[in-house]
């Protein structure tokens, strides 16, 4: 039997700031136990918590590029439960009025768009961190009380290709914001994956099976596809999915049942009394919506439809923010589209790969690499010495002009000079110019080596070449 | 010649003409809490080395003796809320109006007795026992801010701080012959005190005088950069304080006075404290205030109590879920986090605590909020609205503090359902619900224990409450009144 | 209808116990409550009134900047906490 497969995810993501969400504590866990945290993170009866300005700018943010609704006001609400990783036994976050609402953005899956929904996105704080041993467990706060957005996808992605790729494409808009760095590999950025199966055609979802606080993005393709076989073979069976939560293990790859849900908890959810709802006046939005740059997607499209660039390529090129601001820029100069994507595509990022260095510490700026390829427009340089001249420059930290002339490659298109050089090279081999005559057209490349042999290399190719022909007809 | 019992303005001038020194006050104030502490039970923590702080600039408070109600954090002192669930807890930093207190050099000489967790409204709920009524040691002196009331009602200090939810600074101030205050909400910052309900929680102070209060207020009062709730004021409240009332417009609630209204329950007690509010209402006339009687939708009255407590229970079980014994607090026993959780919230909360929480989460659950707490929080802003209304053509609302003297420890239960219990008794929430300024001054003797007046005004309008409040304490001869003497 | 054996579960949901005279207590003023309650339900037509939830609505809010942090001593956090090793509160092993 065919099943159709629907999935939803819940990210967690941390957002870059000085401060924590709700405490002036420093907003940096990964530090010594304990050491940046203060009374309110703690929960220490009588505190309370203050709303930090530029959490609430990059959440607004957020949801402007994920094209959410914003409230009209930032209501903030308390879910309550017990828990050791949650002083305050409630967690503030948003429920009824969330930051973000009704959104959606567009991702290429493979070459395909894909729109994908986004329910709501909302701004929250984490709770501390436990660490386990043999028979007891420790508490850190550090990471207690910094800030998060969790974005909520609509249950409308069909496989663990576009689960991921969405997942992708909100990691480069974390990162192309400056809303968070959305390193999975700092655990920065968690998932959640709602995920059932259908037979195909059916107008209901199947049982729902959540899978928890996945940290990596290999891990939601493996755990989606391990769960998709599971359920598949489970249904073929004739056995009934049961609604549940379960945990991927990363050693055997396989998912293990945590808890059945029994009853859903009653998190008892009401505003925040302490925090009197902020207003978010027009302004203020339309503020901060000027300073969300072109997004990967939007580039993409440009890229490929505009400038005429392969998917392949654009995809590359957006995948770092710099490095698609660069290429720009490099537009901007009047480098031909392609041109420019070649040079970013192969020589500089091999080079920026090869050295692990990122864009922004490239000493080649894309004025210098306009100098280098209008160098080679005009016939002054080979396309190798080009080569030559970039390595050069990001080593010798030089202009491109200054590199030619300490290395003394310059390609002579002087045609007195040339013509001088072939016409005695003529003169010394009159048989070869009878060949010529004769039909062996290579003897042409033996006149050209000649030449470039006298001038070292510098004669330009073509130009000789034409002058060669052009005295041969002479004679 | 003792001075501790006199106001803080009688202090103040007397430690200006040097008569008295700040630490002659304070050792009677200790002495005074030491003798009084076995019959009375005020203080949770009596701090026998008290004493001013480095480096304070001249203000009227400096060197003065006062208390601290028991749910407001006290640096290096022990705070307990007068509950077992942190009976031992030692707070490492202090409430803000603790800070302001200490800047201003006023002496705090002990942590007052409160109701556990300040829920309550007897002074009969802290774990160290109950405290008792300095005017009749048979009858409570209410709370929840009970060892305030009865520290300033004995004259042990001139003024303390206490916290008000529903009426726990002023019931206890009309139950003692003393002022209770509680200003707008937000003019008191809330950082350090224990919550209760954060959105009808304000701490306020007790004094002898209306003049006190305007000083404590001048010292507590402002925008506080870790309470967002917090409000800045530019008023001085001291220079701005008259008794010149002429032309302010007063009214009372035609339903809370008509007698007609208390059939089932009335008495010779009930009779003479209406009787008493006639009368203070043709006192405010001599004052050349115009006092008006205002008709107000009887079933809102009724609804007042009950949308109190359905708000309350259901913000306290949330704000008391830190609780836990994890990082402060006695640890309970058990072999996982959850066992030593629940061992120590069930040791450490008494009945009356678990009780509220309990009803406190089923008006949160997702099935009952709508009918219970939502509504609660409509009919909140419906009495509110209309309050704002009627604040917009009157000053202030006046009416009598309570419908009783303060009860016998040995009363029997009060009928929760009565009229007298759920409009006379209760409307001091009124207050609470929309942050409007209100105080309770003495205004007489009923079975020879103390009632009050409460006056209530716009928000903001705090200084329009304290000159009408100022005007109407010269016409009575209780400003500055002590338990025992007046006895 | 509330129950005895509901309130035992509402109890424990918030981490405690009570003893059986304490829930026969709870089970009678849960009778009150209600019965307090429907005072509230007496006044009618109030769906569209926005429930209120702060007593009044502040002119301007102001958010904390995000530039000054502070922190407290390890001293501090640990002071009152019943167990601890070396800088963090320790509790009974948590099994996830």
């Given at each position: 039997?065919?099943?159709?497969?629907?999935?939803?995810?819940?990210?967690?993501?941390?957002?870059?700031?000085?401060?924590?969400?709700?405490?002036?504590?420093?907003?940096?866990?990964?530090?010594?136990?304990?050491?940046?945290?203060?009374?309110?993170?703690?929960?220490?009866?009588?505190?309370?918590?203050?709303?930090?300005?530029?959490?609430?700018?990059?959440?607004?943010?957020?949801?402007?590029?994920?094209?959410?609704?914003?409230?009209?006001?930032?209501?903030?609400?308390?879910?309550?439960?017990?828990?050791?990783?949650?002083?305050?036994?409630?967690?503030?976050?948003?429920?009824?009025?969330?930051?973000?609402?009704?959104?959606?953005?567009?991702?290429?899956?493979?070459?395909?768009?894909?729109?994908?929904?986004?329910?709501?996105?909302?701004?929250?704080?984490?709770?501390?961190?436990?660490?386990?041993?043999?028979?007891?467990?420790?508490?850190?706060?550090?990471?207690?009380?910094?800030?998060?957005?969790?974005?909520?996808?609509?249950?409308?992605?069909?496989?663990?290709?576009?689960?991921?790729?969405?997942?992708?494409?909100?990691?480069?808009?974390?990162?192309?914001?400056?809303?968070?760095?959305?390193?999975?590999?700092?655990g920065q950025m968690r998932c959640d994956v709602n995920i059932s199966l259908a037979p195909k055609g059916s107008q209901v979802l199947g049982t729902k099976v959540e899978m928890k606080n996945i940290n990596s993005f290999a891990n939601v393709k493996a755990a989606i596809e391990y769960e998709i076989e599971r359920q598949k073979e489970a249904l073929n069976k004739g056995e009934r999915i049961i609604q549940e939560t379960r945990r991927y293990d990363d050693v055997?790859?396989?998912?293990?049942?945590?808890?059945?849900?029994?009853?859903?908890?009653?998190?008892?959810?009401?505003?925040?009394?302490?925090?009197?709802?902020?207003?978010?006046?027009?302004?203020?939005?339309?503020?901060?919506?000027?300073?969300?740059?072109?997004?990967?997607?939007?580039?993409?499209?440009?890229?490929?439809?505009?400038?005429?660039?392969?998917?392949?390529?654009?995809?590359?090129?957006?995948?770092?923010?710099?490095?698609?601001?660069?290429?720009?820029?490099?537009?901007?100069?009047?480098?031909n589209p392609k041109t420019s994507a070649n040079w970013v595509t192969s020589i500089i990022l091999a080079h920026l790969n090869k050295t692990e260095t990122s864009i922004?510490?490239?000493?080649?700026?894309?004025?210098?690499?306009?100098?280098?390829?209008?160098?080679?427009?005009?016939?002054?340089?080979?396309?190798?010495?080009?080569?030559?001249?970039?390595?050069?420059?990001?080593?010798?930290?030089?202009?491109?002009?200054?590199?030619?002339?300490?290395?003394?490659?310059?390609?002579?298109?002087?045609?007195?000079?040339i013509r001088t050089i072939v016409q005695s090279i003529l003169d010394n081999n009159q048989n070869l110019i009878e060949e010529y005559k004769g039909g062996r057209s290579n003897v042409l490349d033996f006149f050209v080596g000649q030449v470039m042999k006298q001038t070292r290399g510098q004669a330009n190719p073509m130009m000789t070449s034409s002058i060669i022909k052009e005295e041969i007809g002479k004679r | 010649?003792?001075?501790?019992?006199?106001?803080?303005?009688?202090?103040?001038?007397?430690?200006?003409?040097?008569?008295?020194?700040?630490?002659?006050?304070?050792?009677?104030?200790?002495?005074?809490?030491?003798?009084?502490?076995?019959?009375?039970?005020?203080?949770?923590t009596i701090c026998d080395d008290a004493k001013e702080e480095n480096n304070v600039k001249d203000n009227p408070l400096k060197g003065i003796p006062c208390a601290i109600k028991d749910n407001i954090s006290t640096k290096g002192v022990l705070t307990t809320a007068s509950s077992n669930i942190l009976k031992n807890y030692i707070p490492f930093y202090d409430a803000t109006v603790v800070t302001k207190l200490k800047e201003a050099g006023a002496i705090s000489i002990g942590k007052t007795t409160l109701d556990e967790l300040a829920m309550g409204g007897t002074g009969t709920a802290a774990h160290t026992g109950i405290v008792k009524n300095p005017w009749d040691k048979n009858r409570l002196i209410g709370g929840s801010s009970a060892g305030s009331a009865a520290a300033v009602s004995l004259g042990i200090v001139p003024f303390a701080l206490g916290s008000d939810t529903?009426?726990?600074?002023?019931?206890?101030?009309?139950?003692?012959?003393?002022?209770?205050?509680?200003?707008?909400?937000?003019?008191?910052?809330?950082?350090?005190?224990?919550?209760?309900?954060?959105?009808?929680?304000?701490?306020?102070?007790?004094?002898?005088?209306?003049?006190?209060?305007?000083?404590?207020?001048?010292?507590?009062?402002?925008?506080?950069?870790?309470?967002?709730?917090?409000?800045?004021?530019?008023?001085?409240?001291?220079?701005?304080?008259?008794?010149?009332?002429?032309?302010?417009?007063?009214?009372?609630?035609?339903?809370?006075?008509?007698?007609?209204?208390?059939?089932?329950?009335?008495?010779?007690?009930?009779?003479?404290?209406?009787?008493?509010?006639?009368?203070?209402?043709?006192?405010?006339?001599?004052?050349?205030?115009?006092?008006?009687?205002?008709?107000?939708?009887?079933?809102?009255?009724?609804?007042?109590?009950?949308?109190?407590?359905?708000?309350?229970?259901?913000?306290?079980?949330?704000?008391?879920?830190?609780?836990?014994?994890?990082?402060?607090?006695?640890?309970?026993?058990?072999?996982?986090?959850?066992?030593?959780?629940?061992?120590?919230?069930?040791?450490?909360?008494?009945?009356?605590?678990?009780?509220?929480?309990?009803?406190?989460?089923?008006?949160?659950?997702?099935?009952?909020?709508?009918?219970?707490?939502?509504?609660?929080?409509?009919?909140?802003?419906l009495i509110v609205n209309k309050m704002n209304e009627l604040f917009k053509k009157y000053d202030a609302m006046i009416l009598p503090a309570q419908g009783a003297v303060a009860p016998t420890f040995r009363s029997e239960d009060i009928d929760k359902l009565s009229n007298r219990y759920l409009l006379l008794e209760n409307h001091m929430a009124i207050g609470n619900f929309g942050g409007f300024p209100s105080i309770t001054i003495p205004c007489g003797f009923v079975n020879k224990m103390p009632i009050g007046l409460s006056i209530t005004g716009a928000v903001k309008k705090d200084i329009d409450v304290l000159n009408i409040a100022y005007a109407i304490e010269e016409k009575y001869p209780y400003k500055g009144q002590i338990a025992k003497e007046v006895k | 209808m509330i129950t005895k054996e509901k309130l035992k579960d509402y109890a424990h949901k918030l981490m405690f116990d009570m003893n059986d005279e304490e829930y026969d207590t709870l089970l009678k003023e849960f009778d009150v409550m209600l019965k307090q309650m429907d005072l509230i339900g007496n006044i009618k037509d109030i769906s569209c009134v926005e429930p209120m939830t702060f007593p009044f609505e502040l002119d301007s809010v102001e958010l904390r900047n995000d530039e000054e942090?502070?922190?407290i001593e390890i001293e501090e956090v640990l002071s009152n906490a019943g167990s601890k090793k070396g800088r963090e509160v320790r509790v009974p092993k948590v099994v996830e």
């Amino acid at each position: 039997m065919e099943y159709e497969v629907t999935i939803g995810l819940e990210v967690h993501c941390e957002v870059k700031t000085h401060t924590k969400m709700f405490s002036p504590s420093l907003n940096a866990y990964e530090e010594m136990a304990n050491s940046n945290v203060t009374e309110i993170d703690l929960a220490f009866p009588g505190v309370l918590p203050t709303v930090n300005y530029e959490a609430v700018k990059k959440a607004v943010k957020m949801s402007l590029a994920l094209n959410c609704k914003v409230p009209e006001k930032m209501y903030f609400d308390r879910k309550n439960y017990y828990y050791a990783d949650l002083p305050k036994g409630y967690q503030i976050t948003q429920t009824h009025d969330p930051v973000g609402t009704n959104g959606y953005i567009n991702v290429y899956v493979g070459e395909e768009v894909k729109k994908v929904l986004i329910h709501d996105i909302h701004l929250e704080e984490d709770t501390a961190s436990l660490d386990h041993y043999d028979n007891y467990s420790l508490i850190d706060y550090n990471r207690a009380g910094i800030p998060l957005l969790e974005t909520v996808t609509e249950p409308c992605l069909h496989s663990a290709e576009e689960a991921l790729a969405f997942l992708d494409a909100l990691r480069k808009i974390f990162i192309y914001c400056d809303i968070s760095e959305a390193r999975t590999d700092r655990g920065q950025m968690r998932c959640d994956v709602n995920i059932s199966l259908a037979p195909k055609g059916s107008q209901v979802l199947g049982t729902k099976v959540e899978m928890k606080n996945i940290n990596s993005f290999a891990n939601v393709k493996a755990a989606i596809e391990y769960e998709i076989e599971r359920q598949k073979e489970a249904l073929n069976k004739g056995e009934r999915i049961i609604q549940e939560t379960r945990r991927y293990d990363d050693v055997d790859c396989k998912t293990y049942r945590m808890r059945e849900k029994v009853e859903s908890i009653d998190y008892k959810y009401f505003i925040e009394p302490n925090i009197p709802p902020y207003k978010l006046e027009k302004e203020f939005i339309e503020e901060i919506r000027k300073t969300i740059p072109p997004l990967q997607f939007e580039r993409i499209s440009k890229y490929i439809n505009e400038y005429g660039i392969s998917h392949y390529d654009a995809s590359v090129i957006v995948k770092d923010k710099s490095v698609a601001e660069y290429f720009e820029k490099c537009l901007e100069l009047g480098i031909n589209p392609k041109t420019s994507a070649n040079w970013v595509t192969s020589i500089i990022l091999a080079h920026l790969n090869k050295t692990e260095t990122s864009i922004e510490d490239l000493y080649l700026t894309p004025k210098m690499l306009k100098q280098i390829i209008n160098l080679i427009e005009e016939g002054k340089i080979s396309s190798k010495q080009a080569k030559e001249v970039f390595y050069k420059v990001v080593e010798d930290k030089k202009g491109p002009l200054k590199i030619i002339e300490e290395l003394g490659i310059k390609q002579t298109s002087d045609d007195s000079a040339i013509r001088t050089i072939v016409q005695s090279i003529l003169d010394n081999n009159q048989n070869l110019i009878e060949e010529y005559k004769g039909g062996r057209s290579n003897v042409l490349d033996f006149f050209v080596g000649q030449v470039m042999k006298q001038t070292r290399g510098q004669a330009n190719p073509m130009m000789t070449s034409s002058i060669i022909k052009e005295e041969i007809g002479k004679r | 010649m003792s001075y501790i019992k006199g106001t803080i303005e009688e202090i103040r001038k007397a430690m200006d003409e040097k008569k008295v020194t700040s630490e002659e006050l304070v050792n009677e104030s200790l002495k005074l809490a030491h003798t009084y502490e076995k019959e009375y039970n005020a203080f949770v923590t009596i701090c026998d080395d008290a004493k001013e702080e480095n480096n304070v600039k001249d203000n009227p408070l400096k060197g003065i003796p006062c208390a601290i109600k028991d749910n407001i954090s006290t640096k290096g002192v022990l705070t307990t809320a007068s509950s077992n669930i942190l009976k031992n807890y030692i707070p490492f930093y202090d409430a803000t109006v603790v800070t302001k207190l200490k800047e201003a050099g006023a002496i705090s000489i002990g942590k007052t007795t409160l109701d556990e967790l300040a829920m309550g409204g007897t002074g009969t709920a802290a774990h160290t026992g109950i405290v008792k009524n300095p005017w009749d040691k048979n009858r409570l002196i209410g709370g929840s801010s009970a060892g305030s009331a009865a520290a300033v009602s004995l004259g042990i200090v001139p003024f303390a701080l206490g916290s008000d939810t529903g009426d726990s600074i002023r019931k206890p101030a009309a139950y003692g012959g003393i002022v209770g205050y509680k200003p707008t909400y937000g003019l008191i910052s809330r950082y350090g005190l224990f919550p209760f309900a954060c959105s009808l929680d304000h701490i306020g102070c007790f004094t002898r005088s209306v003049k006190d209060v305007a000083y404590v207020l001048d010292c507590l009062k402002g925008k506080d950069e870790k309470d967002m709730t917090s409000l800045d004021t530019k008023t001085n409240f001291i220079n701005e304080l008259t008794n010149d009332v002429k032309g302010k417009k007063v009214f009372y609630i035609k339903e809370m006075l008509d007698r007609n209204n208390y059939k089932d329950d009335y008495d010779e007690e009930l009779e003479e404290i209406l009787n008493n509010f006639d009368e203070a209402m043709k006192k405010c006339k001599e004052l050349g205030m115009e006092v008006e009687e205002v008709s107000f939708d009887i079933k809102l009255l009724e609804a007042i109590f009950p949308t109190y407590f359905t708000i309350s229970c259901a913000e306290a079980t949330s704000n008391n879920s830190n609780l836990t014994g994890i990082i402060f607090g006695p640890r309970g026993e058990g072999k996982t986090v959850e066992e030593i959780m629940f061992d120590a919230r069930t040791k450490g909360f008494s009945e009356l605590i678990k009780r509220r929480f309990v009803l406190g989460s089923y008006i949160l659950q997702k099935e009952n909020q709508e009918k219970l707490f939502l509504n609660a929080g409509r009919i909140r802003r419906l009495i509110v609205n209309k309050m704002n209304e009627l604040f917009k053509k009157y000053d202030a609302m006046i009416l009598p503090a309570q419908g009783a003297v303060a009860p016998t420890f040995r009363s029997e239960d009060i009928d929760k359902l009565s009229n007298r219990y759920l409009l006379l008794e209760n409307h001091m929430a009124i207050g609470n619900f929309g942050g409007f300024p209100s105080i309770t001054i003495p205004c007489g003797f009923v079975n020879k224990m103390p009632i009050g007046l409460s006056i209530t005004g716009a928000v903001k309008k705090d200084i329009d409450v304290l000159n009408i409040a100022y005007a109407i304490e010269e016409k009575y001869p209780y400003k500055g009144q002590i338990a025992k003497e007046v006895k | 209808m509330i129950t005895k054996e509901k309130l035992k579960d509402y109890a424990h949901k918030l981490m405690f116990d009570m003893n059986d005279e304490e829930y026969d207590t709870l089970l009678k003023e849960f009778d009150v409550m209600l019965k307090q309650m429907d005072l509230i339900g007496n006044i009618k037509d109030i769906s569209c009134v926005e429930p209120m939830t702060f007593p009044f609505e502040l002119d301007s809010v102001e958010l904390r900047n995000d530039e000054e942090s502070r922190n407290i001593e390890i001293e501090e956090v640990l002071s009152n906490a019943g167990s601890k090793k070396g800088r963090e509160v320790r509790v009974p092993k948590v099994v996830e």
